[in-house]
């Protein structure tokens, strides 16, 4: 298994990742072709994929606000899972991060998703219960 950058022509099999493994997006909103496109190009190390004889077969972006470190959209399709790709993917975007000079790595999981919980927790992340996420959306498709 080699986990590596992705080429702007490998979005849409990031996005098949992503469906196969049941992971909620915004197709229309932050996930559509157009801003993963200019997401990449303006950050060309962050979007990485773990390929298994070359498909790709799990997929993580890593954003950094200045601040925090962040891990998102992180699948793995489900032939592939109880391999430790999950967690590999997960140490290849904090070493990003730590090259950046972040030391704070953050994720968001959905109340019901149990499994990323477990799956972070036991990559070492502290879960917050006093912490609401607050969101504003200036764009409705956002
Ligand atoms: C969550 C997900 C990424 C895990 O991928 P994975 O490659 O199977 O995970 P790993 O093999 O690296 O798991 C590492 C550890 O995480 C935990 N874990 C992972 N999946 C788990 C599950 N289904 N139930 C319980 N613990 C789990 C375990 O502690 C596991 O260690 P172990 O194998 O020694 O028990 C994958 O199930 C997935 O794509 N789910 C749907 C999308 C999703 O929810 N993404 C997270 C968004 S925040």
């Not at 799956?119 to 070492?124: N, V």
């Given at each position: 298994?080699?986990?590596r950058?992705l080429?702007?022509?490998?979005?849409?099999?990031?996005?098949?990742?992503?469906?196969?493994?049941?992971?909620?997006?915004?197709?229309?909103?932050?996930?559509?072709?157009?801003?993963?496109?200019?997401?990449?190009?303006?950050?060309?190390?962050?979007?990485?994929?773990?390929?298994?004889?070359?498909?790709?077969?799990?997929?993580v972006?890593?954003?950094?606000?200045?601040?925090?470190?962040?891990?998102?959209r992180?699948?793995?399709?489900?032939?592939?899972?109880?391999?430790?790709?999950?967690?590999?993917?997960?140490?290849e975007?904090?070493r990003?991060?730590?090259?950046?000079?972040?030391?704070?790595?953050?994720?968001?999981?959905?109340s019901?998703?149990k499994?990323s919980?477990?799956?972070?927790?036991?990559?070492?992340?502290?879960?917050?219960?006093?912490?609401?996420?607050?969101?504003?959306?200036?764009?409705?498709?956002?």
């Open positions: 298994m080699r986990i950058p080429k702007a022509t490998e979005l849409h099999a990031m996005r098949s990742v992503w469906e196969r493994a049941g992971l909620p997006y915004r197709p229309r909103g932050r996930d559509s072709m157009q801003n993963l496109r200019k997401q990449l190009k303006e950050n060309p190390e962050c979007f990485l994929g773990a390929f298994k004889s070359g498909q790709m077969v799990g997929a972006i890593v954003s950094d606000d200045g601040r925090k470190g962040w891990v998102n992180l699948a793995v399709v489900p032939q592939a899972r109880g391999h430790g790709i999950a967690k590999r993917l997960i140490a975007a904090e990003i991060l730590r090259r950046r000079g972040r030391r704070l790595h953050c994720v968001l999981i959905e019901y998703n499994d919980m477990e799956l972070f927790e036991d990559a070492g992340y502290t879960r917050e219960d006093d912490i609401l996420y607050f969101t504003k959306r200036e764009l409705k498709s956002y």
